[in-house]
């Protein structure tokens, strides 16, 4: 069953509430997202510490109900680059 855009932007944010996040479906078919979460935790973190936090917060889902997740992680610094 595919995962609506809204519910893994709800995760992402009740893990990282100061976070921005932007979700996009790349296929239309609620399996394959990109994702750009921008948050000041990141600071320090190498890329997969950052994308790791991010699969925490969507838990068993990935590889489950959600297929497949395309992820972009900045600092808010990175991000006005």
Do not use: C
């Amino acid at each position: 069953m595919p995962m609506p855009a809204a519910e893994i932007e709800a995760l992402i944010r009740a893990a990282l509430p100061e976070a921005e996040v932007t979700i996009e479906d790349l296929r239309g078919d609620g399996d394959h997202y990109a994702a750009r979460v921008v948050s000041p935790r990141f600071a320090g973190l190498s890329p997969v510490r950052r994308h790791q936090a991010v699969y925490a917060a969507l838990g068993d889902r990935m590889g489950g109900e959600l297929h497949a997740l395309a992820l972009k992680t900045l600092t808010p610094e990175e991000a006005a680059r």
